[in-house]
């Protein structure tokens, strides 16, 4: 085996290897309009992690899995004492999920061994590749609850009572996929953290670049709101004498978009994502509506002031329609800038690709937000088809992906050797 040289950042990987891998992962859990379900350790989402074990350990890489389900593959180092330069990602999906979103960045490490296993090079540290359980959230909530216990965030006690839609504990679930290394504790020993992963918005399209500079994370806010008035006949009851929760909800739902559309800098965002009126009817007027809200900005001091101003605004609407309001703020991301040092690595390895590329917050939460707590991190972005992810419609090209995983091998060499 070869140590690494000047000579090896000329060292490509293969477009056609990483792409055969990624089809081989979308044909477990494949859904009818081409895309993916592997809900997190379920039957499917065990047997995609079983696959990728098996490629690695072919490569002679040691896989080890701890008490949340994280899946810890490393390449040893000519210097295993040292702490390992890392990549990663998730596999499991959303109920109705793509083929890229997560699986990308877990392929793209294994293709980054093998392209080293190929050439026989043998990095100074080791080289580790993670995938981080539950990241979607889509069956334990909250999202990314794994990588947040390693993180520290959350207590593994925490993680494995989750539960889901049947009462099935995240405990449970893991033991049932039969995959936990007895014995093995980790912690958060990690020289560095690079994660590939697909952009999941329209930017890198509408503006033609082929490659992203993750600096860092905007911040998000997600909050459940009940507007109580009282249900009455849609007849009989005039327009002045009504407490429609539907109405003030409507209002507020206006209020806050067109606040978050005035914001200059245009990176203030929100969504109500869900809406519910319980017992409706067309013939009724609505007494209660429940939704969710989620806020998000690039800036911390700008999340809190759209938080306030969303809160006022909830107090105004109680008032001009005469409805109760509960407001829960039940999950809350800090704005994260990533690591200097690492983002510059990043930065040379997109140069040399001599393509159009461009610096940007990520506008959706990943594993590396937890991650940036105790290892210095970046992240890479490649376009996706239109900007869409979570959806069965999620396509990147086999140059796009080839391009970002081109860009973590020279990102991973150029720390691992340092």
């Known amino acids: 085996m070869q140590a690494v040289t ?32 592997r809900l997190a350790f379920s039957e499917e989402d065990t047997q995609g992690r079983r696959l990728l074990m098996e490629w690695c350990e072919q490569l002679g890489c040691e896989t080890r899995v701890d008490d949340v389900g994280n899946i810890f593959i490393r390449r040893q180092g000519r210097e295993p004492a040292l702490d390992p330069v890392s990549t990663g990602s998730h596999l499991d999906t959303q109920p109705k999920g793509g083929r890229f979103d997560g699986i990308l960045g877990v392929l793209a490490g294994l293709e980054v061994f093998r392209t080293l296993d190929t050439e026989g090079i043998v990095t100074r540290r080791p080289l580790e590749l993670i995938v981080w359980g539950n990241e979607e959230g889509s069956r334990f909530s909250p999202a990314m609850v794994a990588s947040g216990t390693y993180a520290g965030v959350f207590e593994p006690a925490y993680t494995l009572a989750r539960e889901d839609n049947d009462g099935i504990t995240y405990g449970e679930a893991l033991a049932q996929t039969g995959l936990c290394t007895k014995g093995f504790k980790t912690g958060p020993m990690l020289d560095s953290y690079f994660e590939l992963h697909i952009e999941q918005g329209p930017v890198l399209e509408q503006e033609e670049k082929s490659l992203g500079i993750v600096t860092g994370v905007q911040g998000i806010r997600w909050f459940d709101v009940t507007l109580s008035g009282v249900a009455a006949h849609a007849g009989p009851t005039p327009m002045r004498y009504r407490r429609d929760a539907m109405m003030a909800a409507a209002r507020l739902m206006d209020q806050i978009h067109q ?24 013939n009724v007027i609505p007494g209660e509506v429940s939704m969710t809200v989620d806020l998000r900005h690039v800036e911390e001091a700008k999340l809190e002031a759209l938080e306030v101003m969303f809160t006022s605004m909830l107090e105004q609407v109680s008032e001009d329609y005469g409805v ?13 800038d990533f690591d200097e040092a690492c983002i510059e690595i990043v930065r040379q390895a997109v140069a040399r690709q001599k393509t159009p590329s461009r610096e940007m917050m990520s506008g959706a939460g990943h594993d590396a937000v937890y991650v940036s707590r105790v290892a210095p991190t970046a992240m890479i972005f490649v376009p996706c088809l239109d900007g869409i992810s979570h959806n069965e419609a999620e396509y990147a090209s086999p140059e796009d992906c080839a391009l970002g995983c081109q860009v973590l091998l020279e990102s991973m060499l150029a720390r691992a050797d340092r």
């Open 6 to 37: 000047q000579g090896t950042q000329q060292l490509r990987i293969d477009q056609q290897r990483l792409w055969e891998s990624l089809m081989a992962m979308a044909e477990i859990g494949a859904t009818s309009k081409g895309g993916s379900c």
């Open 324 to 336: 109760s309001v509960t407001q829960e703020r039940i999950w809350k991301s800090e704005v994260v």
């Open 259 to 282: 606040h978050v559309q005035s914001d200059p800098t245009g990176n203030a965002r929100v969504t109500v994502g869900t809406l519910n009126i319980p017992s409706a009817s067309r």
